[in-house]
Nanobody
Framework: VQLQASGGGLVQAGGSLRLSCAAS????????MGWFRQAPGKEREFVAG???????YYADSAKGRFAISRDNAKNTVYLQMNRLKPEDTAVYYC????????????????WGQGTQVTVSS
């Protein structure tokens, strides 16, 4: 499985970005997909997840502002991020889990290369 994340950039606080993660190899519709982020000096943290069966999960920090979606026909998962804050600044990663949606990054099997999101105040 190969994952390619894109869509990051520099945005002012209050702005929006839409991240994409395109997958190749395997059967995308059967993957449990997660978005994580890692800020400098911090551990990688769970942001949102979309299971193959349609269940959606969000970290508290993402609830009400972020929306995860997937298009199985395009083998792509998205993360729409609205009302961005400076504390959302991080490298964002997409990942595949074969064990369902998990909060710990160590339980994910495949990772994309990450896309930088910078939110200026």
């Amino acid at each position: 499985v190969q994952l390619q994340a894109s869509g990051g950039g520099l945005v002012q606080a209050g702005g929006s970005l839409r991240l994409s993660c395109a997958a190749s190899g395997g059967t995308f519709s059967m993957y449990d997909m997660g978005w994580f982020r890692q800020a400098p000096g911090k551990e990688r943290e769970f942001v949102a997840g979309f299971s193959w069966s349609g269940s959606i999960y969000y970290a508290d920090s993402a609830k009400g502002r972020f929306a995860i979606s997937r298009d199985n026909a395009k083998n792509t998962v998205y993360l729409q991020m609205n009302r961005l804050k400076p504390e959302d600044t991080a490298v964002y990663y997409c990942a595949v889990s074969r064990k369902g949606i998990r909060l710990r990054s160590s339980e994910y099997d495949y990772w994309g290369q990450g896309t930088q999101v910078t939110v200026s105040s």
